[in-house]
């Protein structure tokens, strides 16, 4: 990970030679892994080609950084769910879970989505041609952008669990959260269906809205050339649907959080096959009625 860091760090500097940037520390010619110095260029060729094809030039470092360190904690998880499976059954060691507390619940979900957010509005305002634009702003709006990033990425765990811990060995709900309702990771790790977590799940949810709430408004200052503004309210406000249908599906009916899905009268109207859940998962799903009416809307509002 860190050879990928400092590769990264390399073709940044070369493609912003006037920007400076702080750059991984080398020890005695070693990566902090261990790794030498010569090896650094060692990676895939595959990677190295998509390393190549991005427009370095017009990205801030610290987002790329911070996703490279989001992959370093996902990392830490298959050595957890590898350590686990290589203990003997004498052995009684509980793995440490990357995510214990809700700080590091929200640096998580910066690194992995946050900064994608980031790196999206930065590509954003690159290529718009507007002169118009206040640095305060376009600052503010990619704040907005990095909260909602965030909101998304719980919406995707609290949807995820059952699958995380089924197919990756993984838990990514805090471990403070869990011990509140006598819980540890590796129990969700064995029972991820169990009721007792819907609660966080809800708390996780709730979250994830109240940062939409809050942050929402600002699409509407994003530029309109391109689609941007669209495309990005459409992804959005599809992925909010899915919370949405997350939340009626915890409170065994229609949340008030999809009041603006569809109304006729005054009254809102949904169809039995509205919510529908999978095959052989638990995750819900949103129906591609349901899906297109809030794609098309996103997408014609002005």
């Excluded at 750059?23 to 650094?40: D, H, M, R, V, Y």
């Excluded at 499976?85 to 507390?101: L, Y």
């Excluded at 946050?114 to 709006?141: C, D, F, M, P, W």
Aim: charged share 30%; glycine share 8%; net charge positive.
């Amino acid at each position: 990970m860190n050879k990928l860091i400092i590769y990264m760090e390399k073709a940044y500097q070369q493609a912003n030679p006037k920007k400076h940037i702080e750059k991984t520390k080398i020890q005695n010619g070693k990566t902090p892994n261990g790794g030498t110095a010569s090896k650094l260029s060692e990676l895939p060729s595959e990677l190295i080609k998509s390393i190549s094809l991005l427009p370095l030039q017009a990205l801030p470092w610290a987002p790329l950084k911070g996703l490279l360190e989001g992959f370093r904690m996902d990392l830490k998880f298959s050595n957890i769910s590898t350590t686990t499976n290589s203990k003997s059954k004498d052995e009684d060691a509980t793995p440490e879970f990357p995510i214990a507390t809700e700080k590091e619940l929200d640096q998580y979900a910066f690194y992995v989505a946050g900064t994608v957010a980031e790196l999206l509005l930065n590509l954003v305002y690159h290529h718009s041609t507007a002169s118009t634009i206040r640095t305060q702003e376009k600052e503010r709006v990619i704040k907005a952008g990095i909260n909602m990033g965030k909101a998304l990425q719980y919406i995707n765990i609290a949807r995820d669990i059952s699958k995380d811990a089924r197919e990756n060995g993984r838990c990514y709900l805090p471990t403070s959260w869990l011990s509140e309702i006598g819980l540890k990771p590796q129990d969700v790790i064995t029972n991820p269906g169990m009721k007792k977590l819907d609660v966080l799940k809800k708390r996780l949810l709730g979250m994830a809205m109240d940062i939409y709430k809050d942050n929402v408004d600002w699409i509407e200052r994003l530029p309109q050339e391109g689609g941007a503004r669209q495309g990005v309210r459409a992804a959005v406000e599809n992925y909010v649907e899915i919370g949405r249908v997350l939340l009626e599906k915890l409170d065994g009916g229609i949340s008030t959080e999809v009041s603006s899905t569809r109304k006729s009268g005054g009254v809102d109207k949904y169809n039995d096959n509205e919510v529908i859940k999978e095959e052989g998962d638990s995750r819900a799903t949103v129906s591609k009625g349901r899906r297109l009416r809030v794609f098309v809307r996103a997408l014609w509002k002005r």
